[in-house]
């Protein structure tokens, strides 16, 4: 009768031992998961800040593009804009074309608006030297007219500050902007927006700003 008892309660040990076992195995695959699916979620935020970073030095990138253009080749950038195909070089080596265009992300510019436009007086673009004598520096000549033919640009001192003090330049001020619309950043696409100021003449100013 003992010895019965004894078999019955070491079968019951094992019993537990067992149920134990299997619940600790549960809770160490499910940390394991959860490492896995951290470990994963990690990386995922980092290819998608590293895409981002790339979207937006694309994007500043096809802005410096067109800002060093000439402001008279500008108009196709307003309303609609165009799309631009942008490769930095950080995703491929070779700079074969197949490469290159898998390499490149796609940037649309546009947006371009005249914020505003004055014209600037004489008042601004005069100097004095030492002597008390007003001069103008050589690549604001043609705002007075241009040189003489001495090479020279005679200015009246007498019309700075006055209601007649307006030059023949202007200055715009313009606003870009910039987007990365590649399809691998899904609805992430960041904008980049830019001012920029333009040095013009008097002529042109309706029309910059139209």
Not at 117 to 127: A, D, I, M, Y
Request: hydrophobic share 40%; glycine share 8%; charged share 15%.
């Amino acid at each position: 009768m003992k010895s019965g008892k004894v078999r019955g309660a070491r079968s019951d040990q094992a019993g537990a031992v067992l149920l134990i076992g299997m619940v600790m195995l549960l809770m160490v695959s499910l940390i394991a998961v959860s490492v896995i699916r951290l470990s994963t979620r990690h990386t995922q935020v980092v290819s998608n800040e590293q895409v981002r970073s790339e979207a937006v030095a694309a994007a500043n990138y096809a802005l410096d593009v067109v800002l060093n253009q000439p402001y008279t080749t500008w108009d196709p950038y307003k309303a609609a804009g165009t799309t631009t195909s942008v490769n930095l070089g950080t995703s491929k080596a070779d700079d074969s074309a197949a490469d290159s265009a898998s390499g490149s992300m796609n940037v649309k510019v546009d947006n371009l608006t005249c914020k505003r436009g004055r014209v600037l007086k004489n008042s601004e673009l005069l100097h004095q030297n030492a002597a008390g004598i007003y001069y103008v520096s050589a690549t604001d000549t043609s705002c007075f007219g241009g040189p003489g033919p001495a090479g020279l640009t005679i200015v009246d001192p007498t019309k700075v500050g006055s209601p007649s003090d307006d030059s023949l330049c202007a200055t715009v001020l313009y606003d870009l902007q910039a987007q990365a619309n590649d399809p691998k950043l899904l609805n992430a696409a960041p904008v980049v927006q830019q001012g920029v100021e333009v040095r013009t003449d008097i002529t042109a100013l309706a029309g910059s700003c139209s």
